[in-house]
């Protein structure tokens, strides 16, 4: 059974950093990548940033490009977004999904709340 599990959200001032992990279980993501997504209140689930060939290839939103960055450790098949100069308006429930593009399993969320 695979699981994924985030861990690693709680509440930042602005301009704060936070790093989220996504621990897999029962399968490896290694070489197929994984992805993370977010929630806002009242907006739709929206792409943030993937890796994919063992982390050859990575891609951003727009909105968080040069600030966030994902990366992964396959000894431990787990992907991580260190989020850094964060905004209010990074305010949601985190996922992370795998395998990149096809995003068949899903981690249960953790939430990030930039606030002063």
């Known amino acids: 059974q695979v699981q994924l599990v985030e861990s690693g959200g709680g509440l930042v001032q602005p301009g704060g950093s936070l790093r989220l992990s996504c621990a897999a279980s029962?399968?490896?993501?290694?070489?197929?990548?994984m992805g993370w997504f977010r929630r806002a209140p009242g907006k739709e689930r929206e792409f943030v940033a993937g890796?994919?060939?063992?982390?050859?290839?990575?891609y951003y939103s727009d909105s968080v490009k040069g600030r966030f960055t994902i990366s992964g450790d396959n000894n431990k098949n787990t992907v991580y977004l260190q989020m850094n100069n964060l905004k209010p308006e990074d305010t949601a429930v985190y996922y992370c999904a795998a395998p990149y593009g096809n995003y068949d399993y899903w981690g249960q969320g953790t939430q990030v709340t930039v606030s002063s």
């Open positions: 029962g399968r490896s993501f290694g070489n197929s990548g």
């Open positions: 890796n994919t060939w063992n982390g050859k290839f990575t």
